[in-house]
């Protein structure tokens, strides 16, 4: 077994810095999230940010489904992704994060490619219909396994899912207790890692991120 590089902060900002930049545009939506408060911790990292963008346009996606958009950073990367005649789709609970995420969409030019439903996810993603070449699955954790059987109908052979925090923070091995024992995770990835339907790497950037190929 080959060995595995330890992620400090220090080599976590060599990365980013060493990696796809933020534009001015980006940076700002990350900065008015920050000011939110707590909160910003939902924010997908940068360096998964330039993930997302680089995975769109390698299989040539254009049409994408988002859940879980928040302030729509995520939802800024896949868009730049897609050609002008994209389509991303997103799905969110929160009318008041995702308007932060619109007034940014529309400075970057990618507004047009965004169709935003507001609801819960899981009937949102009930009434998807077409084909889709792309999804980035980033809402509520339990969620997560009902979200993929219900998109992998839907992505076309060849086609990716993306799954964010699927490590916990780490606590997916060792010993946990109540709160702290990611059990939906654990789930999850069991799930996943069972399905013929598809192939799955779990990549360890930022949370954990799991990028699954539809067979
Ligand atoms: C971790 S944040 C998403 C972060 C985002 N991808 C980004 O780039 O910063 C999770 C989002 O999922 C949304 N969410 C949670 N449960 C949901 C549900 N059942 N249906 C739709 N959205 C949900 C929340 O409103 C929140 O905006």
């Not at 050609?83 to 789709?89: N, R, S, T, V």
């Not at 993603?125 to 997560?144: R, T």
Request: hydrophobic fraction near 40%; charge should be negative.
């Amino acid at each position: 077994m080959g060995s595995q590089v330890l992620v400090t902060d220090e080599l976590h900002e060599y990365m980013v810095a060493h990696g796809m930049p933020l534009d001015e545009i980006a940076s700002d939506l990350v900065a008015e999230t920050n000011a939110l408060g707590g909160v910003s911790e939902m924010l997908t990292t940068p360096d998964q940010a330039g993930l997302l963008t680089t995975l769109t346009r390698l299989v040539g996606a254009r049409r994408a489904v988002e859940i879980g958009t928040f302030t729509g950073f995520s939802a800024l990367a896949i868009s730049r992704g897609l050609p002008a005649d994209g389509e991303l789709i997103c799905l969110d609970v929160s009318d008041e994060w995702t308007s932060i995420g619109r007034r940014y969409w529309e400075r970057a030019g990618v507004a047009d490619k965004i169709d935003l439903r507001i609801g819960d996810a899981h009937e949102s993603a009930a009434k998807l219909e077409g084909e889709f070449d792309l999804a980035f699955v980033d809402a509520e954790k339990p969620g997560y396994t009902d979200y993929f059987e219900q998109l992998v109908p839907k992505i076309r052979p060849n086609g990716i899912l993306l799954f964010d925090n699927t490590l916990a923070g780490g606590r997916v091995v060792g010993e946990h207790t109540g709160e702290d024992d990611p059990v939906d995770r654990k789930e999850f990835n069991a799930h996943i890692a069972a399905d013929e339907r598809v192939d799955v790497v779990i990549l360890g950037i930022g949370d954990g991120l799991t990028l699954v190929r539809k067979r």
